[in-house]
């Protein structure tokens, strides 16, 4: 029942974060956590019957994944964010010097 739940709730979870991040991102992120998640727990309810210097450092590789994953959303927040404001100040520019060049025609 635990694990029904926890999948439930991982649903629920990724289905917002495609929504705030992105399906690119959230993918990564999402299918990282769970090979990390899932291997780690399995090692330790097997009774440690596994090889470790074999598996973690896979898993490492997984939950450096997931923190590539979080810096390219921050990344491309903020480079959203710059052109958003590059976008309005040209937009901007351009009425101004529209606005100009109506100006001097209506004088000749």
């Known amino acids: 029942m635990a694990g029904g739940l926890a999948l439930g709730l991982g649903n629920l979870v990724s289905q917002y974060a495609w929504v705030f991040a992105g399906l690119s991102v959230t993918n990564i992120i999402c299918s990282s956590m769970t090979v990390f998640i899932g291997t780690t ?56 010097a529209l606005l100009l060049m109506l100006h001097s025609v209506e004088q000749h």
């Open 41 to 96: 727990m399995n090692y330790f309810l097997d009774g440690r019957i596994n090889r470790a210097e074999i598996l973690f450092p896979g898993v490492a590789c997984f939950l450096i994944a997931v923190f590539l994953g979080a810096a390219v959303h921050s990344s491309n927040a903020k480079d959203d964010e710059q052109k958003l404001n590059t976008s309005g100040s040209l937009f901007l520019h351009q009425m101004s």
